[in-house]
């Protein structure tokens, strides 16, 4: 059994210290911080390992709400999916002292600079992701900070509290725009382009239900925004349990796999990795087998954080996931399902 805050194998034992009900449907899990062992960025998510009778476990991603640096706890909010396992298993059982098993942080849900202005659009749960950005672009940044968050009703707002006095004590830097669809209808692309328009310049990250995100990343290039500048976070499941998956995964194919395979060049953290991909591999495979430190969780293409950039050469996806067709042409690939296809590849992270 697990020691309460060791990681081991990529994941780490959190005790719950606090549930907190934020709506009718939503709680906050606040676990005791592990110190050194889960370090994270805004915007990052843990992954759960919830128990099950009829599989043993399954894993559900949340994203953190807390503020690396000044929050001394983890905060993840889970807001029951109707007829959904996880969510519902998570906000029926867990109670303080309980030990959950996750995944230490990961995603790619986080801004770069935390000097720049930001542009946070949010719908219902979306806004999680959202307000660990909010919180330390306040506390460690210099920019302006924009929240547009909709909700269905008053009754409906997660953080309702936090965010007020959040702009209470930043009044000059943060920007609060509700959008209550009780009381305005849902957020149509037209509505969001007029509402955002006088922000165009700033960074944006995008999360919420599916349809409300097609229409904001809409609006937001509608009003100018380059694909590069708007960063969208999905609310997905996952399929697989990455918590019986190997750290690594080694083929029995050893020989016959070095002498097929493509050179590759990974740009990661300001470091460059030359070595031999094996067409037979994914790259995230062979970056954990060398010991590279890539960014992943899920391994089924589904929760995006092991996303890079393609610079030069062509590689193949098993699944696309979480990637649209734009990001495919902008050269958005998922290391965790990339083979090579030419001799030669240069990818950025
Ligand atoms: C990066 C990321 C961040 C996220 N952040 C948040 C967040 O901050 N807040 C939030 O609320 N959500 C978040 N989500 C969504 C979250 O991970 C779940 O998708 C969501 O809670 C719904 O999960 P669910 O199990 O309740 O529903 P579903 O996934 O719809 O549950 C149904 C599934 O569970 C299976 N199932 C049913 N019964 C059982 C059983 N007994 N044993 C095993 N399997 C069973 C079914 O086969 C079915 O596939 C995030 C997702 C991602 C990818």
Not at 78 to 105: F, M, P, Q
Not at 219 to 240: D, M, Y
């Amino acid at each position: 059994m697990e020691e309460p805050g060791s990681a081991v194998n990529g994941s780490v034992a959190l005790t719950v210290r606090e549930v907190i009900t934020e709506t009718p449907d939503a709680k906050t899990i606040v676990f005791d911080h592990p110190g050194d062992g889960l370090r994270y960025r805004p915007g990052q998510f843990l992954t759960l390992r919830i128990p099950s009778e009829r599989t043993g476990s399954v894993a559900r991603c949340y994203s953190l709400s807390s503020a690396p640096g000044h929050d001394d706890a983890l905060r993840v909010t889970v807001k029951r999916t109707v007829d959904g396992y996880g969510s519902n298993w998570l906000c029926d059982n867990v109670a303080a002292g309980h030990v959950i098993e996750s995944l230490v942080s990961a995603g790619a849900f986080t801004p770069k600079d935390l000097d720049r202005d930001l542009l946070l659009v949010g719908a219902g749960s979306g806004i999680t992701p959202l307000l660990s950005i909010v919180k330390t672009a306040l506390f460690d940044g210099t920019g302006r900070v924009v929240l547009f968050y909709a909700n269905r009703d008053p009754a409906s707002v997660i953080f309702a509290a936090t965010l007020r006095e959040l702009f209470a004590e930043h009044p000059d830097r943060l920007t609060i725009l509700h959008w209550l669809e009780n009381v305005q209808g849902l957020p149509t692309t037209a509505a969001l382009q007029s509402m955002l328009q006088p922000y165009d310049g700033f960074e944006a990250f995008i999360c919420g239900p599916k349809p409300f995100m097609r229409g904001a990343r809409l609006a937001l290039e509608q009003i100018g925004l380059p694909r590069g500048q708007i960063h969208i976070e999905n609310f997905v499941s996952l399929s697989e349990d990455p918590f019986t998956q190997p750290a690594t995964i080694v083929t029995a194919r050893g020989d016959e796999d070095e002498a097929d395979s493509a050179g590759v060049t990974v740009l990661l953290d300001g470091v460059t990795h030359e070595f031999d991909w094996p067409r037979s591999k994914t790259l995230i495979d062979v970056l954990l087998e060398r010991g590279v430190d890539a960014p992943y969780s899920c391994r089924e293409g589904e929760c995006g954080s092991c996303q890079a950039t393609v610079l030069s050469g062509q590689i193949e996806m098993t699944s696309v996931g979480a990637l649209d067709e734009e990001d495919i042409a902008d050269g958005l690939i998922l290391g965790c399902q990339a083979r090579p296809v030419s001799d030669q590849v240069s990818i950025e992270f």
